[in-house]
């Protein structure tokens, strides 16, 4: 995996080289096309074959891969950053660049006779001495030595790059070796040649002992249900979940019921896993059966024969646990008639997406199990019939919430505490070091099964879900940030139509469908907001990926400094509670980690002097803010010339703005995030066409230079949030033709026209809109309604003090075709009454009305907002009613208030009360009346 990852990463440090508009170093042409070709067949035979046998370890392989492209990278990145930082402090860069064509045209000339390379350089140099950049005739000579010495370092450069490609050479002559002489090589699949599995003999259905079964009552009652109606075509019933989570528990006890038993003339249980082959899930089937014949002779076509035949004219029940890929269905079922008698067919699946390709299928997802249950399980799983001790029963329901709600965790842990001591001391070392108890016990039998779901990912979501484990545990990730740092890390293998992001969300999305990643929190339009990995599963991240040196995470409770931490790449470090002599043993360790491109941590304070993470790709360091008496760390992140990704918090009124006069060398910077902080941005930021996403809480932005030199279109651009006056220009709208999301703030201005509203319009990606004016000096409502335009690409829209009139809606903002949110904030709109009409509002999905404090009446129909789910209101102390004709929208699901008019809360549980009586029984009121209390519900 790591080796995939390093090989993605170096493919895209060459691609960002040849496609700058202005590349800090030139590669040789016959260097790129070596390297392009060699990282080209790597990629492909990692993505194609499993390496299980011949001369050489497989692990030992892939380190070798992965340390020929980590070495490429360190040479290519750090010639890089010596180009940048030597020309920072010389007025000679420019000549160093604009000579590298020279060098790169006859670099293979001085590598075949470096003992005339002096005296050619020399040579050039006095021809050369006439030229308008030519030094005083004075400095000639010193000149010439230092242009001596930058080719004698470019020529070390290229030996270095050269010597890696040949072991790259090396490595891909092994792999042709393997692929041609067949050695063991199997194509990612999941079929597996006949014979490879056990014998189906040994197989046998399951049985009722060792099935505890807690908390998932209610979902066996529906699936048997499902199983025993009265629906006569043959049904598929699926149970999807993370491992773990009891699925096959849930089907074996669904198995031996007496009323199953009862209700099918047949039942059969065949366990699929992650390799299958067609002939011994057949053998397997037919041995539940128990036909007469022996069938271990018969073709794969003569056993679903059999089987067709043996089903036939019969109420059949099959049982397909732990499936893991449609292939393994498409191949089988054909032989499972549809007797039009109720026959059903149920799979257990870790996959999501697998079971919603199934046809006619009715998927059930299983979820975790909440406190109560989790502690009834691990009472049953301890004390069996018996009651737990007083003494016990806080510190143990500790234990049962700490497994977060999964079954695996709680019997695992429920049979060491039954082994156990029954003292309080022992069961509170237990939940202190859950985690690791739970991993190591019975083998590591708990983190088998888990592993069991990584070793089944494509190669290309691997790194993805490692990632996971650097982030601190039980942290609720913003998958908006997730996706950057994923972008950022340069893993994501490019697919071409889509960009970096979408490509990221995509395989976000596919981590969810394999219960690898949970979904927290959903975003107004339905967007998946947060996302959250089980403590299991992160422990598994972690350590996969120190195995493979992917990255390593340094914790305050751990106390221990991995082995190797100069060769690291990544590092996390998570200061859970402040321990001052680790931390001091975390910075020693760190001064050591000249390689890293990534870290991952609560504070920029954790950084060691910048020389030392000169190569520098990521950095997320919020939680802690720098104040003035960090203005040198800050002034050093702010120098990471390598850095892609920086994300940082300060407790600053105002960044100082000559330390963001040299940000334009930082030549592959995509994303810039500055928590509480403001700063005015120099105007040579226009000049930095890699940057995809820029957030402060407030930004002065200069105008684009007009000098007629690099114009650059920052094509990348997606998100520039929050800028305060921005100023919406005919050359602002040239230079960023794909921004998708902008927050702009308007204060303290006098003149209103340079801010040219207008061209928002033009934005034609745009997809979010902040648009926040403050009290001061605020526009004129007929200006905003002459001159604001929105363009109709918009999906978001928030609105502060722009005092429109709520008739103005209707032009401004209705008749937006494809917006889904819309948040209304303080005075946005103004006047005692808004009407509503049709044809309006066509997408939204969620509205959002806050401390628009005069809005007392709101006529409405249900047909003027077709597809709205969520309604927020919030401080509309005058409102009179919600329209009863909000409840008849077909799509609502929940109505929000928050300290809202009493009349206005009545008649929001009049709606709910009217839907109930219709049917209608999913429609949700929460009601918050007091500051102190939390988010209520009724």
Not at 356 to 367: A, I
Not at 439 to 457: A, G, R, T
């Amino acid at each position: 995996m790591a080796a995939y990852a390093a090989l993605v990463s170096l493919w895209h440090i060459i691609e960002q080289i040849q496609h700058h508009p202005r590349p800090p170093i030139s590669l040789h042409n016959e260097q790129i096309e070596s390297l392009t070709e060699k990282i080209t067949f790597l990629q492909d035979f990692l993505e194609g074959y499993s390496i299980n046998g011949g001369s050489e370890d497989p692990d030992a392989l892939e380190g070798r891969i992965a340390d020929a492209a980590y070495a490429a990278e360190d040479i290519i990145e750090s010639h890089i950053v010596d180009q940048i930082q030597a020309g920072s402090t010389s007025t000679r860069l420019q000549n160093v660049i604009e000579d590298m064509d020279f060098i790169k045209g006859e670099a293979i000339e001085i590598k075949e006779n470096l003992a005339g390379f002096q005296d050619q350089l020399l040579h050039r140099n006095s021809m050369s001495a006439g030229s308008s950049r030519s030094p005083p005739t004075g400095q000639n000579t010193m000149v010439g030595f230092d242009d001596v010495l930058i080719k004698i370092m470019e020529l070390e450069w290229y030996q270095c790059l050269q010597k890696v490609i040949e072991d790259m050479d090396l490595i891909e002559r092994d792999m042709m070796e393997i692929k041609e002489e067949g050695i063991q090589v199997q194509l990612h699949t999941n079929f597996m040649p006949a014979g490879s599995l056990k014998s189906p003999s040994t197989e046998s259905p399951p049985t009722g002992q060792n099935m505890t079964m807690v908390g998932f009552d209610d979902v066996k009652v529906e699936i048997m249900d499902k199983l025993t109606g009265q629906q006569s075509n043959r049904q598929i019933i699926a149970i999807v979940g993370m491992g773990g989570i009891g699925k096959t528990t849930l089907a074996r006890n669904i198995y031996v019921n007496p009323l199953i038993v009862q209700h099918f003339d047949i039942l059969a249980w065949v366990t699929i896993s992650q390799e299958y082959n067609v002939r011994d899930i057949l053998l397997q089937i037919l041995l539940c059966l128990r036909t007469k014949r022996s069938n271990e002779s018969l073709s794969e076509d003569e056993l679903g024969e059999i089987l067709y035949k043996s089903l036939s004219g019969r109420r059949y029940l099959i049982i397909m646990d732990d499936i893991w890929s449609i292939e393994a269905w498409n191949k089988v079922k054909f032989f499972f008639p549809d007797n039009n008698i109720g026959s059903r067919i149920m799979i257990t699946s870790r996959l999501l997406n697998l079971a919603v390709q199934l046809t006619d299928c009715y998927v059930l997802k299983m979820d975790f199990l909440d406190d109560d249950k989790s502690w009834n399980l691990l009472c049953k799983n301890v004390f069996g019939e018996e009651c737990c001790p007083l003494e016990l029963e806080g510190i143990g329901k500790k234990i049962a919430k700490n497994c977060k709600g999964l079954p695996l965790s709680i019997i695992v842990i429920g049979g060491v505490l039954a082994k156990s001591k029954r003292t309080r001391e022992y069961w509170k070392y237990v939940a202190e070091n859950l985690n690791s108890i739970v991993s190591l016990e019975d083998n590591e039998h708990c983190l088998k099964i888990l592993h069991m779901s990584y070793n089944q990912l494509p190669i290309h979501l691997k790194p993805c879900f490692l990632y996971m484990g650097v982030f601190p545990e039980d942290s609720k990730i913003r998958v908006s940030n997730l996706i950057k740092l994923w972008v950022a890390e340069g893993f994501l293998k490019p697919i071409s139509g889509k960009s970096l992001e979408v490509v990221a969300r995509d395989y976000l999305e596919e981590l969810i469908d394999r219960n690898l990643i949970l979904v927290h929190k959903f975003g107004s339009a339905g967007n998946i907001k947060l996302c959250i990995i089980h403590d299991l599963l992160r422990d598994l991240c972690v350590r996969e990926a120190e195995k493979e040196k992917f990255f390593c995470v340094l914790e305050t409770h751990s106390r221990n400094i991995p082995q190797g931490m100069h060769t690291q790449r990544r590092i996390g470090i998570h200061q859970s509670t402040p321990k001052e002599e680790y931390f001091a043993q975390v910075l020693r360790a760190l001064q050591s980690t000249s390689l890293a491109r990534s870290l991952i941590c609560d504070s920029p304070k954790v950084l060691p002097p910048s020389h030392n993470f000169r190569l520098l790709r990521v950095l997320e360091a919020v939680g802690r803010g720098l104040d003035y008496g960090d203005l040198d760390s800050l002034k050093a992140i702010l120098q990471l010339v390598n850095s892609r990704y920086l994300a940082i918090e300060v407790d600053l009124i105002d960044i100082p703005s000559h330390y963001l006069s040299s940000i334009h060398l930082l030549w592959n910077l995509q994303t810039l995030i500055v928590k509480r902080g403001s700063c005015t941005a120099p105007s040579e930021i226009w000049k930095m066409p890699q940057l995809r996403h820029v957030k402060f809480d407030k930004l002065d932005l200069l105008d684009p230079p007009m000098d007629g030199r690099d114009d650059f279109v920052l094509g990348n651009l997606q998100t520039l949030v929050q800028v305060r006056n921005f100023k919406c220009g005919e050359e602002v709208v040239k230079r960023i033709p794909n921004i998708k999301k902008l927050g702009l703030v308007y204060e303290g201005l006098e003149e209103w026209s340079s801010c040219c509203l207008h061209n928002l319009g033009r934005l034609q990606k745009l997809e979010s809109l902040g648009c926040f004016f403050t009290s001061k000096m605020k526009p004129s409502r007929s200006y905003l309604v002459e001159n604001l335009n929105f363009p109709r690409s918009l999906k978001k829209l928030s609105l502060r003090g722009s005092c429109l009139n709520w008739e103005d809606m209707k032009t401004k903002i209705g008749a937006l075709p494809n917006l889904q949110v819309l948040k209304l904030k303080r005075w946005s709109f103004i006047g005692p009454e808004w009407e509503t009409v049709e044809g309006r509002f066509c997408s939204l999905k969620f509205l959002l009305i806050q401390d628009c404090y005069d809005l007392e009446y709101w006529t409405t129909d249900s047909t003027h907002f077709p597809r709205l789910e969520r309604l927020v209101l919030r401080r509309l102390e005058k409102l009179n009613e919600i329209p009863w004709e909000i409840g008849e929208i077909p799509t609502l699901r929940s109505i929000e208030l928050e300290y809202c008019s009493d009349p206005a809360v009545v008649s929001a549980r009049k709606i709910v009360d009217e839907q109930e009586e219709l049917g209608n029984v999913g429609l949700q009121v929460r009601v918050v009346v007091q500051p102190w209390e939390k988010l209520g519900g009724s």
